[in-house]
């Protein structure tokens, strides 16, 4: 509505023009009355927001007191509220924040996301873009064919009538290579879209960030894309045709007519990659808490006879976890019990992750597979041959790292899957020597860091070995000296999103940190862990630990809250 005009104006619903409208489409900006939102959200309601219209003006007000402010921010419930809301049953014995506090937190991560863009993965795109700009335009390739072609026409000149057919053939096969001009448009025209997607999430970021304390609703809406720009565009490799004629012998005269290089357009996966900055030099970086402490203690159906082994993150709200008995299980942070997956005979789980898309992926070492299970159907992704998997986890692209060894227990490797299809093995480090212990003791668990790295958990070479994303060794972590009884032996592995690597020190009930080039931070031994096994870390940077004899979840706090990132700390 024009505000020059507005007196003048009555609001009316979109679809039936009914006066004063009680109820505002958050995404498609319509006024609707009340009879109408149910045809409004009858096509596409996941796609729609409905909020009342005294919401859309004051977008602060609390939507369940529709006269109370949201003054608050629930940090369990990671939503704003009002002080009646906090007072209620719902939000019983939740920890709360100013949300002039909380939103200055949820800006240092939009801050982060911003810096990370502008200073690491736009210049990236750039130096990509400088480089595929050097390769040959369409007149370069066109002349060059045209060059090859005169060639082929002096040469065959030459020669006698019996080589037309084969003059003819060559030049068949140059105008079949000029339909490599349009891979190489799509391919520039592809990256200058996602430089110009790039561009534009940085102005949306910048915008946010200026967003006041009133206007807090669409800051805590945005939703990072950082994940996706991070997986970078396949590494082009060009090559001309050239003709290369030959003095002609009569018995040979194909061979002796000459030779053509195939003009061709190579695509490397991984041919570039992403150098990000330890989690100690980011300008956003939480410090870690001097005193981790226990927020929730998840009680599962788990226990010694039953031992619970992984746990993974299906959002902040609920985990999956899998344990010694073939059942799938996803609690609430209360430990109510959501679902339960009966894995079918012979298909026992080995190890769990959360995909990106949702599903829950795990393997299946018995029968070699690799399985997705989407609502409550499972399905084999993968079915390997003469190996068998052991731990996976799924990228921040979108991919599946599985661990695995031989049937004969030889060898080991990672294999790193997209759309179920193998693109990369991890095996052997330059020297030609194995990365990882061929021992089928125990299994090994994997997990991606913030700036692409592989780290794996080899509990029988006492170790976690990092590689990058080509597969190159990083850096092997075999523990940091301390009083302990036990000698390090790694279980469960994650990372969060400050680039730091956490792992399960079972015999000695602890938490080794990490940053992401291998230096020790500190333990996380004083929350009174009883053998902790599986490990995963939430979007809010809390850690869950599952105990594998008592068959409990432990959600930590192990970096500085909301809160107590502006507060003084104690010395």
Not at 133 to 139: A, D, L, R
Not at 254 to 277: D, R
Not at 527 to 556: A, H, M
């Amino acid at each position: 509505m024009d505000p020059r005009t507005w007196a003048q104006d009555v609001l009316r619903c979109r679809l039936c023009e009914t006066p004063s409208p009680q109820m505002y489409c958050d995404i498609c900006n319509l006024y609707l009355c009340k009879a109408c939102v149910e045809e409004h959200l009858s096509d596409r309601p996941n796609e729609h927001s409905v909020i009342p219209f005294l919401n859309h003006l004051f977008p602060n007000l609390c939507r369940i007191h529709s006269s109370k402010e949201c003054e608050l921010f629930c940090e369990q419930c990671e939503k704003p509220i009002c002080v009646k809301c906090a007072s209620s049953k719902e939000h019983s014995g939740h920890g709360y924040v100013g949300m002039v506090k909380a939103l200055d937190s949820q800006k240092a991560v939009l801050n982060r996301d911003l810096q990370e863009l502008e200073k690491f993965v736009l210049p990236k795109y750039h130096e990509i873009a400088k480089i595929v700009n050097n390769f040959p335009v369409e007149k370069d390739i066109k002349e060059n064919i045209r060059k090859s072609t005169a060639a082929i026409d002096k040469h065959g000149d030459e020669l006698h009538r019996e080589i037309d057919n084969i003059i003819k053939q060559m030049k068949s096969d140059l105008d079949k290579m000029s339909q490599n001009i349009e891979v190489l448009k799509k391919h520039k025209n592809n990256l200058t879209s996602t430089i110009s997607e790039i561009t534009k999430s940085i102005a949306d970021l910048k915008k946010l960030l200026k967003c006041s304390y009133t206007d807090s609703t669409r800051v805590f809406a945005y939703k990072s894309r950082n994940a996706e720009f991070k997986r970078l565009p396949p590494k082009l490799t060009v090559s001309l045709a050239e003709f290369s004629p030959q003095v002609i012998q009569p018995e040979q005269l194909h061979k002796q007519f000459g030779s053509l290089s195939a003009f061709s357009i190579g695509i490397e996966e991984h041919g570039y990659t992403l150098e990000l900055p330890s989690a100690e030099s980011s300008p956003v970086h939480k410090p870690i808490n001097d005193e981790p402490r226990i927020i929730t203690v998840i009680k599962t159906d788990y226990g010694a006879k039953n031992k619970l082994y992984s746990v993974s993150c299906l959002n902040n709200k609920e985990i999956w976890t899998h344990g010694h008995d073939k059942i799938l299980r996803l609690y609430s942070m209360y430990g109510t019990l959501f679902k339960s997956i009966k894995t079918k005979p012979g298909n026992r789980p080995q190890d769990i992750a959360v995909t990106g898309e949702g599903d829950l992926a795990y393997t299946a070492y018995w029968d070699n597979t690799v399985n997705i299970v989407k609502n409550t159907q499972t399905q084999i992704a993968i079915r390997l041959q003469g190996w068998k998997p052991h731990g996976i986890c799924s990228t921040s692209s979108g991919d599946l790292l599985v661990a695995m060894d031989s049937v004969d227990d030889t060898e080991t490797k990672v294999v790193r899957y997209t759309d179920f299809t193998e693109k990369q093995t991890i095996q052997f480090n330059d020297k030609g020597q194995p990365l990882f212990s061929t021992s089928n003791r125990y299994y090994k668990h994997i997990s991606e860091n913030r700036n692409l790295d592989i780290c794996v958990s080899d509990r029988d070479a006492r170790a976690v070995v990092v590689v990058n994303q080509a597969g190159n060794l990083r850096f092997t972590y075999t523990g940091y000296p301390s009083a302990t009884k036990e000698s390090f032996r790694p279980v469960g592995i994650t990372t969060d999103s400050h680039g730091q690597i956490l792992i399960a020190d079972r015999e000695n009930n602890r938490i080794h940190i990490l940053d992401q080039d291998g230096k020790f931070l500190r333990y996380i031994d004083d929350c009174g862990l009883d053998g902790p096994y599986g490990l995963c870390v939430d979007t809010r940077n809390n850690l869950f630990v599952s105990e594998s004899d008592t068959g409990k979840v432990k959600k930590i706090g192990y970096m500085l809250t909301n809160c107590e990132q502006f507060m003084p700390q104690r010395k």
